[in-house]
């Protein structure tokens, strides 16, 4: 589902409306056909369509974000992937005034990137690290990633932004990322850590044992890759309960 079939950001139409279009064989913006509603919800959607063409010719992401409904803002991530930047974070504790991030995997246009605490973890590699990112997209990471960062490294991370644990919730899968990717079936190369193993590595590390940054580093990154399979299979899992069925019956 792209952002062309969406009529959802227009003030004063809800998923009724929008599903009434669909049902009217009106499924993108090129096919709108203003009978099929009110004369001023036909005005208002002619002119989010205008401006919306713009928009989304000079890959203003942004301007998507804030249009729709943040519930549906699983709807960006077509138009949007590949400029996407899938991201996870590890830390001491779980207090980000007070516990410290330990490295930070970043997953974007195929390669993946971690930065560890000591080394190369700076507020400059991290905005470096942002800068070419349409959108971001993690697991929890509006209430925790996000703000840990921020807080750490007095940054600004105002990108459009696809938390998948709302987007997940919508299909009804609910847990931690293990348990969600375990639900989709997708598989992980190493046994399962926990977060708090991963504050057991990183004290490990500091004592100077050999081995235990190295998996620490391969369960961040694989957290981060992983988020790109997430969403791959939650997005066309929605786009097939959303729109695939009331265009096949409108049909």
């Known amino acids: ?3 062309e079939n969406s009529f959802i950001p227009v003030r ?3 998923e009724t409306t929008e599903r009434k279009l669909w049902e009217a064989g009106v499924t993108h913006w090129n ?4 009978t099929v509603v009110g004369e001023t919800t036909a005005d208002r959607i002619e002119a989010f369509i205008d401006t919306a063409r713009d928009r989304l010719a000079a890959d203003d992401a942004r301007y998507f974000d804030e249009q729709f409904p943040s519930s549906e803002r699983w709807r960006l991530y077509e138009n949007f992937r590949e400029r996407a930047c899938f991201f996870d974070i590890e830390t001491t504790g779980l207090d980000q005034y007070s516990d410290r991030v330990t490295t930070v995997s970043v997953h ?5 990137t971690t930065l560890v605490r000591g080394d190369d973890l700076t507020a400059d590699a991290l905005r470096a690290a942002f800068a070419d990112a349409d959108l971001l997209v993690t697991f929890n990471g509006a209430r925790f990633d996000v703000p840990f960062l921020e807080t750490s490294f007095d940054l600004s991370l105002d990108h459009p932004h696809l938390d998948l644990l709302y987007t997940c919730r919508k299909l009804g899968l609910s847990g931690g990322l293990k348990q969600v990717e375990a639900d989709v079936g997708i598989e992980r190369d190493r046994p399962d850590i926990s977060g708090e193993d991963a504050v057991r590595l990183w004290r490990e590390h500091e004592r100077g044992r050999d081995g235990a940054l190295e998996t620490l580093v391969s369960y961040n990154r694989e957290d981060a890759v992983n988020l790109r399979a997430l969403s791959e299979t939650v997005v066309d899992r929605l786009h097939h309960e959303v729109f695939e069925p009331v265009v096949r019956d409108g049909r």
């Open 12 to 14: 004063g139409v809800g």
């Open 1 to 3: 589902m792209r952002i």
């Open 108 to 112: 974007q246009g195929g390669e993946t």
């Open 31 to 34: 096919e709108f056909d203003g």
